[in-house]
């Protein structure tokens, strides 16, 4: 039976945590017309909420009535009619609210998406810091003045907010600052959807709106399922921009239906098949902890994960020895365990596509399982950390996107031949050079196709350093000023004050 | 002794810190010396105040070039320089009433005008100036990509000597803490001598914040002893002033004379204000007053030079005057209070002069003229001067108080030559109800700012400085963070064969 009110409790460890159930538009919860979510804990496989509560989805009349009042908002309360100095103030609110609620939110968050609590901790202070980051920028947006002619023109650019965003993001890291900090901080409004397997963190998070002081429909959280919900943002004729995070097949769609319906402006962060290369040179024990941290970290659920390792052949032998040793010493367990540091996958689809890919790579691509390659325990989604070598470069699971804690290492013999294998793929999110030598490392760096490159390092981004793929890795760039961008028209404008003309002008 | 006794709104005692702020501790200064510290509503002194000698101020250089090169500078992180810079405008909010009295009784400012607007707009400085610390970002520059890898980095100029005036005691305090810190400068600041004790009380919430040792340093004194030991220092990278011109003349002198540290300067102005025909009669005249009677004129880009076009004249002076006599001169602890007294006896005795040497040269007082009777603080009454021509004194030279000097004009080439004869160039206004006009004179008054249908107004995020003599660099905007940068190109060369000799 379908719970009647909009919110429920749900007890995790000592904690009596009230969670919304509703749709949040206009600054009040309500019920959805859309299919309803029933949320799964997928280290356990069971619904996180108790039995018949369902989360509320979005119909696509529920999210016409979010981009009305997206739109509302931002032509009266919003936008421009707010100054920087409040809209960076607000933001700031928000972060302190999140800051203050970590505890609750990160238990919520581990339950629902399966990440282990430290690392849902770790999850909101990086949400805490991008708010503030972009908070700083909200009154900082800065136009051209453009010399003309002194005597008869002058020229200006605005920098102006786009307007309504839809913003759908993805379940491996629910926390959502990256789309919301830099729309708010420049006056856009949001229609935002959660993911289907997360929808939980975001609807606690819309309370903290309120709380801060938020005008309502400046934020309107509407979730759902793709098919319903993230297609009504894609086609929705009242938005300006979507912004997608995901898989690129689904970004795909989302860019048809931009271009379908309004041309609204769309920027995709999408999958890859990134190559952490590691060169004779490199300090090779840090190497393989930095190899180890890409692939494995979130359960390899992360677009940007080094899934692919190129070993020059004089340390190919000593670096598979050492990452069957980093990876077989990696603790999974209970995710609500504070010593756990992986966890299960997000859900029963994703854990048996993973699956799948590991008994291609053993029985199709014929490789062979360094470590790893089943599933761990008897409850919840969890696979092994899993490492394949002996592998061709062009193997299926040495060229699909798996999202999971599964790595394929390949050998290399010179600098051209490791590029050619980095570059040899669709994708080009992220990449790494490991070597101390600083020629080779500008030479590699300018030459690989990657929107990121990590050197000596990987995993870790930064919220003032851009964030983005080559090729079907994506659109545009999210963190950083550049980020603004995304969330910004130009207007030009040009203020004659000269003589006046004839007309017809004479040329 | 560091600290004494001030008697504060309601006669509330407070103690107040009067020493030597050096390395987060507060010590006297090397001598003993001291320097009084008036009330100018009253008269009456306030308190002594340690008075830095030029071996203090080595200490203090010493500090803060410690803190340079271990724990700020590009030993901090910038998202801790931001929380540092967050966390002291909070404190500052949260002690604004106690601030605002204390800036009151120590600067002749209303109470309510130092709690409202300066402190408020104190603490939007700093958290603006908190948002752009881990936004400071330098260039990668394509050269020959196979050949070399080039960027700039923008690090932190070093140990910076700031000295600020007495006219916005807080204020000018913010305006140079904000991007120094923001940019991770450490800072040795001098105090104006005759205010110096909100500088003084902030650095109280500077150790509460939590900023390590070294970072802010605080010398009160005197200009000729801790201003000079500053500017001639050999170890100070860089000097901020705000003040006269006179003064800036000899920093810029000791600067270039000792280690050729940056300058920047924030001086005077003899701003022109210029009312056309088409202007809003009732608003430009609220405007006018505001521009020049604010803060009882003593601001650097008070619009004191009025010029109204010959059709309006009549009326729009008659509004002025009366805008004029109903200034709300009174006691500054009184919340009404929005006009307060000069500084100092000085600068009145100064301010009367200058109104005799107008009358002496033909200008006629359409109000004012005098010392407001009914205290014995240094109060001068909101004084306008017509018919002044541009060779008068009182035309030609800062006056820094409640004195206004007006001009008809006819044309607007005549009014534009007339605002643009002047050493200066801080402020300027036009006031118009023709779109063309407004972009034609804002274009060709030379002036760091120009306010079009209004005066005074300034924010935190646009910049704010002087052409002419009226001084180098900017203030406030991003182009305040730059003031404290500096720039390093670097090369890596990735060529393992390219260098040759003999050329």
Same mark, same amino acid.
């Given at each position: 039976?379908?719970?009647?009110?909009?919110?429920?409790?749900?007890?995790?460890?000592?904690?009596?945590?009230?969670?919304?159930?509703?749709?949040?538009?206009?600054?009040?919860?309500?019920?959805?017309?859309?299919?309803?979510?029933?949320?799964?804990?997928?280290?356990?496989?069971?619904?996180?909420?108790?039995?018949?509560?369902?989360?509320?989805?979005?119909?696509?009349?529920?999210?016409?009535?979010?981009?009305?009042?997206?739109?509302?908002?931002?032509?009266?309360?919003?936008?421009?009619?707010?100054?920087?100095?409040?809209?960076?103030?607000?933001?700031?609110?928000?972060?302190?609210?999140?800051?203050?609620?970590?505890?609750?939110?990160?238990?919520?968050?581990?339950?629902?998406?399966?990440?282990?609590?430290?690392?849902?901790?770790?999850?909101?202070?990086?949400?805490?810091?991008?708010?503030?980051?972009?908070?700083?920028?909200?009154?900082?947006?800065?136009?051209?003045?453009?010399?003309?002619?002194?005597?008869?023109?002058?020229?200006?650019?605005?920098?102006?907010?786009?307007?309504?965003?839809?913003?759908?993001?993805?379940?491996?890291?629910?926390?959502?600052?990256?789309?919301?900090?830099?729309?708010?901080?420049?006056?856009?409004?949001?229609?935002?959807?959660?993911?289907?397997?997360?929808?939980?963190?975001?609807?606690?998070?819309?309370?903290?709106?309120?709380?801060?002081?938020?005008?309502?429909?400046?934020?309107?959280?509407?979730?759902?399922?793709?098919?319903?919900?993230?297609?009504?943002?894609?086609?929705?004729?009242?938005?300006?921009?979507?912004?997608?995070?995901?898989?690129?097949?689904?970004?795909?769609?989302?860019?048809?239906?931009?271009?379908?319906?309004?041309?609204?402006?769309?920027?995709?962060?999408?999958?890859?098949?990134?190559?952490?290369?590691?060169?004779?040179?490199?300090?090779?024990?840090?190497?393989?902890?930095?190899?180890?941290?890409?692939?494995?970290?979130?359960?390899?659920?992360?677009?940007?994960?080094?899934?692919?390792?190129?070993?020059?052949?004089?340390?190919?032998?000593?670096?598979?020895?050492?990452?069957?040793?980093?990876?077989?010493?990696?603790?999974?367990?209970?995710?609500?365990?504070?010593?756990?540091?992986?966890?299960?996958?997000?859900?029963? *689809?994703? +854990?048996?596509? =993973?699956?799948?890919?590991? !008994? #291609?790579?053993? %029985? @199709?691509?014929? $490789?062979? /399982? &360094?470590?790893?390659?089943?599933?761990?325990?008897?409850?919840?989604?969890?696979?092994?950390? *899993?490492? +394949?070598?002996? =592998?061709?470069?062009?193997? !299926? #699971?040495?060229? %699909? @996107?798996?999202? $999971?804690? /599964? &790595?394929?290492?390949?050998?290399?013999?010179?600098?051209?031949?490791?590029?050619?294998?980095?570059?040899?793929?669709?994708?080009?999110?992220?990449?790494?050079?490991?070597?101390?030598?600083?020629?080779?490392?500008?030479?590699?760096?300018?030459?690989?196709?990657?929107?990121?490159?990590?050197?000596?390092?990987?995993?870790?981004?930064?919220?003032?350093?851009?964030?983005?793929?080559?090729?079907?890795?994506?659109?545009?760039?999210?963190?950083?000023?550049?980020?603004?961008?995304?969330?910004?028209?130009?207007?030009?404008?040009?203020?004659?004050?000269?003589?006046?003309?004839?007309?017809?002008?004479?040329? | 002794?560091?600290?004494?006794?001030?008697?504060?709104?309601?006669?509330?005692?407070?103690?107040?810190?009067?020493?030597?702020?050096?390395?987060?501790?507060?010590?006297?200064?090397?001598?003993?010396?001291?320097?009084?510290?008036?009330?100018?509503?009253?008269?009456?002194?306030?308190?002594?105040?340690?008075?830095?000698?030029?071996?203090?101020?080595?200490?203090?250089?010493?500090?803060?070039?410690?803190?340079?090169?271990?724990?700020?500078?590009?030993?901090?992180?910038?998202?801790?320089?931001?929380?540092?810079?967050?966390?002291?405008?909070?404190?500052?909010?949260?002690?604004?009433?106690?601030?605002?009295?204390?800036?009151?009784?120590?600067?002749?400012?209303?109470?309510?005008?130092?709690?409202?607007?300066?402190?408020?707009?104190?603490?939007?400085?700093?958290?603006?100036?908190?948002?752009?610390?881990?936004?400071?970002?330098?260039?990668?520059?394509?050269?020959?990509?196979?050949?070399?890898?080039?960027?700039?980095?923008?690090?932190?100029?070093?140990?910076?000597?700031?000295?600020?005036?007495?006219?916005?005691?807080?204020?000018?305090?913010?305006?140079?803490?904000?991007?120094?810190?923001?940019?991770?400068?450490?800072?040795?600041?001098?105090?104006?001598?005759?205010?110096?004790?909100?500088?003084?009380?902030?650095?109280?919430?500077?150790?509460?914040?939590?900023?390590?040792?070294?970072?802010?340093?605080?010398?009160?004194?005197?200009?000729?002893?801790?201003?000079?030991?500053?500017?001639?220092?050999?170890?100070?990278?860089?000097?901020?002033?705000?003040?006269?011109?006179?003064?800036?003349?000899?920093?810029?002198?000791?600067?270039?004379?000792?280690?050729?540290?940056?300058?920047?300067?924030?001086?005077?102005?003899?701003?022109?204000?210029?009312?056309?025909?088409?202007?809003?009669?009732?608003?430009?005249?609220?405007?006018?007053?505001?521009?020049?009677?604010?803060?009882?004129?003593?601001?650097?880009?008070?619009?004191?030079?009025?010029?109204?076009?010959?059709?309006?004249?009549?009326?729009?002076?008659?509004?002025?005057?009366?805008?004029?006599?109903?200034?709300?001169?009174?006691?500054?602890?009184?919340?009404?209070?929005?006009?307060?007294?000069?500084?100092?006896?000085?600068?009145?005795?100064?301010?009367?002069?200058?109104?005799?040497?107008?009358?002496?040269?033909?200008?006629?007082?359409?109000?004012?003229?005098?010392?407001?009777?009914?205290?014995?603080?240094?109060?001068?009454?909101?004084?306008?001067?017509?018919?002044?021509?541009?060779?008068?004194?009182?035309?030609?030279?800062?006056?820094?108080?409640?004195?206004?000097?007006?001009?008809?004009?006819?044309?607007?080439?005549?009014?534009?030559?007339?605002?643009?004869?002047?050493?200066?160039?801080?402020?300027?206004?036009?006031?118009?109800?023709?779109?063309?006009?407004?972009?034609?004179?804002?274009?060709?008054?030379?002036?760091?700012?120009?306010?079009?249908?209004?005066?005074?107004?300034?924010?935190?995020?646009?910049?704010?400085?002087?052409?002419?003599?009226?001084?180098?660099?900017?203030?406030?905007?991003?182009?305040?963070?730059?003031?404290?940068?500096?720039?390093?190109?670097?090369?890596?060369?990735?060529?393992?064969?390219?260098?040759?000799?003999?050329?």
């Amino acid at each position: 039976m379908a719970s009647t009110s909009l919110s429920t409790i749900l007890r995790v460890q000592n904690a009596n945590i009230s969670v919304p159930t509703g749709l949040f538009i206009n600054g009040n919860f309500r019920k959805g017309r859309g299919k309803s979510i029933t949320t799964i804990d997928p280290s356990l496989g069971t619904p996180v909420l108790p039995p018949g509560v369902t989360i509320c989805g979005a119909s696509k009349e529920d999210v016409d009535d979010a981009v009305k009042a997206a739109r509302q908002a931002f032509q009266t309360t919003w936008g421009l009619n707010t100054p920087g100095t409040e809209r960076s103030r607000l933001i700031h609110k928000l972060a302190n609210l999140i800051e203050r609620d970590q505890a609750d939110l990160a238990l919520l968050e581990t339950v629902d998406s399966g990440k282990p609590i430290s690392w849902s901790k770790a999850d909101i202070t990086d949400t805490v810091a991008c708010l503030r980051y972009y908070a700083g920028w909200a009154d900082k947006i800065v136009g051209q003045t453009l010399e003309c002619n002194v005597k008869e023109k002058q020229g200006f650019t605005r920098h102006e907010p786009i307007g309504v965003v839809g913003a759908i993001i993805p379940w491996n890291y629910p926390m959502f600052a990256w789309k919301i900090a830099p729309a708010l901080a420049v006056g856009c409004s949001l229609v935002f959807k959660p993911a289907e397997n997360t929808p939980l963190s975001v609807l606690k998070i819309a309370e903290l709106f309120n709380e801060a002081g938020f005008p309502a429909g400046v934020f309107n959280v509407v979730n759902g399922f793709g098919a319903e919900t993230g297609s009504a943002i894609a086609s929705h004729p009242g938005i300006d921009k979507v912004a997608f995070t995901g898989s690129t097949a689904t970004g795909r769609a989302i860019a048809v239906a931009a271009a379908q319906s309004n041309l609204k402006k769309v920027t995709l962060e999408l999958g890859g098949k990134s190559a952490n290369i590691i060169f004779p040179s490199a300090d090779l024990d840090q190497a393989v902890n930095w190899a180890a941290l890409g692939v494995f970290e979130n359960a390899g659920q992360s677009c940007s994960a080094g899934s692919r390792v190129l070993v020059h052949e004089s340390i190919y032998e000593e670096f598979c020895k050492k990452i069957k040793i980093a990876a077989e010493k990696i603790k999974l367990g209970p995710t609500l365990d504070e010593e756990t540091w992986q966890g299960p996958q997000v859900s029963e *689809t994703q +854990f048996k596509r =993973i699956m799948e890919h590991i !008994r #291609i790579g053993k %029985e @199709e691509d014929k $490789g062979r /399982v &360094l470590t790893g390659g089943k599933q761990w325990g008897t409850k919840g989604y969890y696979i092994e950390p *899993t490492i +394949f070598v002996d =592998i061709s470069p062009k193997a !299926r #699971i040495s060229t %699909e @996107e798996i999202f $999971g804690p /599964v &790595l394929v290492v390949l050998p290399f013999k010179t600098e051209e031949e490791a590029l050619e294998l980095a570059n040899s793929t669709e994708y080009g999110l992220g990449s790494a050079v490991h070597s101390q030598d600083p020629s080779q490392i500008q030479r590699v760096a300018a030459k690989l196709n990657a929107g990121t490159v990590w050197i000596n390092q990987y995993t870790f981004t930064g919220n003032n350093i851009p964030f983005g793929g080559y090729k079907t890795s994506g659109w545009g760039r999210e963190l950083g000023s550049y980020g603004l961008e995304n969330y910004l028209s130009v207007k030009a404008m040009h203020y004659y004050y000269g003589e006046p003309i004839e007309f017809p002008l004479k040329l | 002794m560091v600290n004494a006794e001030i008697a504060l709104l309601g006669g509330r005692k407070v103690t107040t810190p009067t020493g030597l702020f050096i390395n987060n501790e507060w010590v006297p200064s090397s001598d003993g010396g001291t320097f009084e510290t008036v009330n100018p509503a009253t008269g009456q002194k306030l308190l002594d105040v340690s008075s830095a000698t030029s071996e203090d101020v080595d200490k203090a250089v010493a500090a803060a070039r410690k803190a340079f090169n271990t724990t700020w500078g590009r030993h901090s992180v910038p998202t801790e320089r931001a929380r540092l810079l967050n966390k002291l405008a909070d404190l500052i909010e949260r002690d604004a009433q106690h601030l605002g009295e204390l800036e009151s009784v120590n600067s002749g400012k209303g109470l309510r005008v130092a709690r409202d607007y300066d402190i408020g707009d104190c603490v939007a400085c700093l958290r603006y100036y908190a948002g752009w610390a881990d936004k400071i970002t330098g260039q990668t520059i394509e050269v020959n990509s196979q050949a070399k890898f080039v960027y700039t980095t923008q690090d932190p100029i070093g140990v910076c000597g700031q000295i600020i005036p007495w006219n916005y005691p807080m204020m000018m305090w913010c305006w140079k803490t904000g991007p120094a810190l923001a940019a991770g400068c450490t800072i040795v600041m001098k105090p104006s001598e005759l205010t110096p004790l909100t500088a003084l009380a902030l650095c109280d919430l500077i150790v509460e914040a939590g900023f390590p040792a070294g970072v802010v340093n605080t010398l009160p004194g005197l200009g000729k002893t801790t201003g000079a030991a500053i500017a001639e220092h050999m170890d100070i990278d860089k000097i901020a002033f705000t003040g006269s011109v006179i003064t800036g003349r000899t920093i810029m002198k000791a600067a270039a004379s000792s280690n050729l540290k940056k300058v920047t300067l924030e001086l005077g102005g003899k701003s022109p204000n210029i009312i056309f025909d088409s202007a809003d009669v009732d608003q430009a005249a609220m405007w006018a007053a505001c521009g020049v009677f604010y803060n009882s004129g003593q601001d650097c880009c008070a619009g004191t030079r009025l010029y109204v076009q010959e059709k309006i004249y009549d009326n729009f002076m008659a509004k002025l005057v009366k805008l004029a006599e109903t200034a709300s001169i009174g006691d500054p602890w009184d919340e009404a209070t929005g006009f307060g007294p000069l500084i100092s006896a000085a600068q009145r005795d100064k301010v009367l002069g200058y109104i005799e040497s107008g009358i002496s040269e033909g200008a006629k007082v359409a109000t004012g003229g005098k010392k407001w009777a009914n205290s014995p603080g240094y109060y001068v009454e909101p004084t306008i001067l017509t018919g002044c021509k541009p060779e008068m004194k009182v035309v030609k030279e800062e006056i820094f108080g409640p004195v206004l000097v007006v001009t008809k004009f006819a044309t607007e080439e005549e009014v534009l030559a007339l605002a643009n004869d002047t050493t200066y160039g801080l402020g300027a206004a036009v006031h118009t109800s023709n779109a063309k006009q407004a972009m034609r004179v804002s274009g060709a008054l030379n002036s760091g700012t120009v306010w079009v249908n209004s005066y005074g107004a300034l924010h935190n995020n646009v910049p704010f400085g002087g052409y002419k003599t009226s001084g180098i660099g900017r203030e406030l905007g991003s182009h305040g963070i730059n003031e404290y940068t500096i720039t390093k190109a670097v090369h890596h060369n990735l060529l393992e064969d390219d260098a040759s000799w003999p050329v």
